[in-house]
T-cell receptor, first 115, second 115 residues
């Protein structure tokens, strides 16, 4: 079956602009979570969506937002971009089933460069 | 505070040699521990998931061990290949079934295999 699809793979923006990233989860997966990854910081949790509702949010400013649609596809938006927002943004989907391990399946990521 | 510490931060070994990566955690409660492999610029891919009752799990040349008493895990790579060059991330889950808020990520070990 198809994996997690993230678009775009690469993008370059300038400070002050905004960006929207998209994530299509594995078919049947209802949970989508987003992460920011920068060198030396590892994966940092942004937010998680389940059935179109934000379940959890990490410690990021309000410039970072997201949403999930009825087909489980998710988008995240970053407004008023700063140089420090340059990172690899990863999306992961999971089954969200108490009987499951909750294994995450990651997409290939969207590499954002802010100039 | 839940923490996952990985060592070493980086490691260089010759092709064909074995190596062991370490993961120590202070996460409570504990549901499962996962090892992911992340190639440069790509999304992480799951190698193994171990629950409390499992102390060894293999995936090809990768063998993970878990000591839930000492809260330590290791990932052993046998007969390393150039394609093993990647970052290896240890992730501990506090809950079964999902929920990114229950995940604690290590910062990873960057492994380089030299020919």
């Amino acid at each position: 079956k198809a994996g997690v699809t993230q678009t775009p793979r690469y993008l370059i923006k300038t400070r002050g602009q905004q960006v929207t990233l998209s994530c299509s989860p594995i078919s049947g997966h209802r949970s989508v979570s987003w992460y920011q990854q920068t060198p030396g910081q590892g994966l940092q949790f942004l937010f998680e969506y389940f059935s179109e509702t934000q379940r959890n949010k990490g410690n990021f400013p309000g410039r970072f937002s997201g949403r999930q649609f009825s087909n489980s596809r998710s988008e995240m938006n970053v407004s008023t971009l700063e140089l420090g927002d340059s990172a690899l943004y990863l999306c992961a989907s999971s089954l969200w089933d108490p009987a499951d391990t909750g294994e995450l399946f990651f997409g290939e990521g969207s590499r954002l460069t802010v100039l | 505070k839940n923490q996952v510490e990985q060592s070493p931060q980086s490691l260089i070994i010759l092709e064909g040699k074995n190596c062991t990566l370490q993961c120590n955690y202070t996460v409570s409660p504990f549901s499962n521990l996962r090892w992911y492999k992340q190639d440069t610029g790509r999304g992480p891919v799951s190698l193994t998931i171990m629950t409390f009752s499992e102390n060894t799990k293999s995936n090809g040349r990768y063998t993970a061990t878990l000591d839930a008493d000492t809260k330590q895990s290791s990932l052993h790579i046998t007969a390393s290949q150039l394609s093993d060059s990647a970052s290896y991330i240890c992730v501990v889950s506090a809950y079964s079934g999902g929920g990114a808020d229950g995940l604690t990520f290590g910062k990873g070990t960057h492994l380089i295999i030299q020919p």
